[in-house]
């Protein structure tokens, strides 16, 4: 099956779900775990829920598997038969919050659709029908993208404040966990879920009015899946509260998307920007926050079991242009030398994707996508467009298949506060870029 695109009606107050039908069933993808396995038998750590691998015929989790490929290769949806999916079902979602009303992925398992609005509620749907079956109603709005994951018989989400566990058969909340230290810290991100643990981040915000007010840290959670009880906690920020020196003023990092987890147990985190995100009128270009403003917009290894930082590679040193590096890591293996050897790949609003080795963090290649105009550097005090522009960039989840890289990117450019330009493109970058002579990248233009 596969999700048709969400459709607004009567001025954004209502959005319907759609679900496509193929012709003929979904076979299972095989591999679906990022997980290895030595002798027959599974590694003790980086295993997805057991759910997963029961339903590789459909779609698990919100970026598939621990892997985040979000691709599903072995599927007779292709581009000969996708002009011939119908609509079958819609489901009507009410009560619009100041972003829409749904932001997430829906997850298919068991025969059943789950997802979560933007004002927190989840729903679990027929999949045959889109009858509904139960909903859980916190009416919490969210920013987003927010989203909820299944595993252990129970389904994960959260609202700005709490994480929670629910009952994945009638929807019975099961536990309940704040989270966010200060009312302005909140969660809008899709948990993950590896050896019965669920993980969330905070950021530094909780809405529209609230969000780099000051005294907000993106902060790490790894809890227990069946309690919601602490196993450990990371802050993205290397000072923690003291905030770079100023934590009236400065705020920053957290997670958007849930993080990949190899067959080694470890975590890798794409960490969002610091801020103010351009700086003040009394601190411009960011020197309330001086130095690189660590762990911002960096791809992060911790160690899944403990939390420990294992290595981090920063992309933007002290951003002023707000390019967080938030789109969810890849895992993938490539020939290094002729060693197989597993590699990270990540992107973010900077328009820029990157690989690195999983073992130690050594950067392979990087690769610019879209239009770049003043975007490295001091920000000058005459107005000027950038880009990409805090709204353009790579904004959505990229995917990987047969050695592909696939990434979104939005020309949208910043200018005296407004937003310009709109335009955007997909690039099919080759994995092993970088690694070898005669490599090839194939756009495909979306938007005009």
Same mark, same amino acid.
């Given at each position: 099956?596969?999700?048709?695109?969400?459709?607004?009606?009567?001025?954004?107050?209502?959005?319907?779900? &759609?679900?496509?039908?193929?012709?003929?069933?979904?076979? &299972?993808?095989?591999?679906?775990?990022?997980?290895?396995?030595?002798?027959?038998?599974?590694?003790?750590?980086?295993?997805?829920?057991?759910?997963?691998? &029961?339903?590789?015929?459909?779609?698990?989790?919100?970026?598939?598997?621990?892997?985040?490929?979000?691709?599903?290769?072995?599927?007779?949806?292709?581009?000969?038969?996708?002009?011939?999916?119908?609509?079958?079902?819609?489901?009507?979602?009410?009560?619009?919050?100041?972003f829409g009303i749904f932001a997430s992925t829906p997850i298919s398992l068991n025969g059943v659709v789950y997802f979560q609005d933007l004002n927190s509620n989840v729903y679990?749907?027929?999949?045959?029908?889109?009858?509904?079956?139960?909903?859980?109603?916190?009416?919490?709005?969210?920013?987003?993208?927010?989203?909820?994951?299944?595993?252990?018989?129970?389904?994960?989400?959260?609202?700005?404040?709490?994480?929670?566990?629910?009952?994945?058969?009638?929807?019975?909340?099961?536990?309940?966990?704040k989270l966010i230290r200060n009312n302005n810290e909140g969660i809008d991100m899709t948990p993950q879920l590896y050896d019965n643990t669920v993980l969330f981040s905070t950021?530094?915000?909780?809405?529209?009015?609230?969000?780099?007010?000051?005294?907000?840290?993106?902060?790490?959670?790894?809890?227990?899946?069946?309690?919601?009880?602490?196993?450990?906690?990371?802050?993205?920020?290397?000072?923690?509260?003291?905030?770079?020196?100023?934590?009236?003023?400065?705020?920053?990092?957290?997670?958007?998307?849930?993080?990949?987890?190899?067959?080694?147990?470890?975590?890798?985190?794409?960490?969002?920007?610091?801020?103010?995100?351009?700086?003040?009128?009394?601190?411009?270009?960011?020197?309330?926050?001086?130095?690189?403003?660590?762990?911002?917009?960096?791809?992060?290894?911790?160690?899944?079991?403990?939390?420990?930082?294992?290595?981090?590679?920063?992309?933007?040193?002290?951003?002023?242009?707000?390019?967080?590096?938030?789109?969810?890591?890849?895992?993938?293996?490539?020939?290094?030398?002729?060693?197989?050897?597993?590699?990270?790949?990540?992107?973010?609003?900077?328009?820029?994707?990157?690989?690195?080795?999983?073992?130690?963090?050594?950067?392979?290649?990087?690769?610019?996508?879209?239009?770049?105009?003043?975007?490295?550097?001091?920000?000058?005090?005459?107005?000027?467009?950038?880009?990409?522009?805090?709204?353009?960039?790579?904004?959505?989840?990229?995917?990987?298949?047969?050695?592909?890289?696939?990434?979104?990117?939005?020309?949208?450019?910043?200018?005296?506060?407004?937003?310009?330009?709109?335009?955007?493109?997909?690039?099919?970058?080759?994995?092993?870029?970088?690694?070898?002579?005669?490599?090839?990248?194939?756009?495909?233009?979306?938007?005009?």
């Amino acid at each position: 099956m596969s999700f048709s695109n969400i459709r607004a009606r009567a001025g954004g107050r209502r959005v319907v779900l &759609a679900v496509a039908v193929s012709l003929a069933a979904v076979a &299972a993808v095989a591999g679906l775990a990022s997980a290895s396995s030595t002798g027959g038998k599974a590694s003790a750590v980086g295993q997805p829920p057991p759910e997963w691998a &029961a339903n590789t015929g459909s779609w698990p989790a919100h970026n598939y598997d621990l892997s985040n490929t979000r691709a599903t290769t072995k599927t007779p949806i292709n581009s000969q038969t996708v002009s011939k999916l119908k609509v079958k079902w819609r489901f009507a979602l009410k009560g619009a919050s100041a972003f829409g009303i749904f932001a997430s992925t829906p997850i298919s398992l068991n025969g059943v659709v789950y997802f979560q609005d933007l004002n927190s509620n989840v729903y679990a749907l027929d999949r045959s029908s889109g009858k509904l079956r139960w909903k859980h109603a916190f009416n919490k709005p969210s920013i987003g993208p927010n989203g909820i994951a299944y595993g252990y018989g129970r389904i994960y989400g959260a609202t700005e404040t709490n994480a929670f566990a629910l009952d994945a058969k009638t929807g019975k909340q099961l536990w309940s966990r704040k989270l966010i230290r200060n009312n302005n810290e909140g969660i809008d991100m899709t948990p993950q879920l590896y050896d019965n643990t669920v993980l969330f981040s905070t950021v530094p915000g909780s809405g529209i009015t609230s969000f780099y007010k000051g005294n907000g840290d993106g902060i790490v959670w790894a809890l227990d899946a069946a309690t919601g009880k602490p196993k450990w906690k990371f802050n993205t920020i290397s000072d923690g509260a003291k905030l770079w020196g100023n934590p009236k003023v400065n705020s920053g990092g957290g997670l958007w998307y849930p993080p990949a987890v190899d067959s080694q147990g470890r975590v890798f985190i794409s960490v969002a920007n610091p801020a103010p995100l351009y700086g003040t009128p009394e601190f411009p270009n960011g020197s309330s926050r001086p130095g690189p403003n660590l762990y911002t917009n960096s791809l992060v290894a911790l160690n899944g079991q403990t939390g420990k930082l294992l290595w981090y590679r920063q992309a933007i040193p002290h951003d002023v242009r707000d390019y967080d590096l938030m789109i969810p890591a890849i895992l993938s293996t490539l020939p290094i030398q002729g060693v197989q050897t597993e590699v990270v790949l990540v992107a973010g609003k900077m328009g820029k994707a990157y690989a690195y080795r999983a073992d130690n963090g050594q950067r392979l290649w990087t690769r610019s996508v879209g239009t770049h105009r003043n975007d490295t550097g001091p920000l000058p005090r005459k107005a000027i467009d950038i880009l990409p522009g805090d709204l353009g960039g790579v904004e959505t989840p990229m995917a990987y298949a047969d050695g592909r890289l696939f990434v979104p990117w939005l020309d949208l450019a910043t200018h005296s506060g407004e937003r310009r330009n709109r335009q955007g493109a997909l690039a099919a970058q080759a994995a092993d870029d970088g690694l070898r002579r005669g490599h090839g990248r194939e756009r495909r233009r979306l938007h005009q």
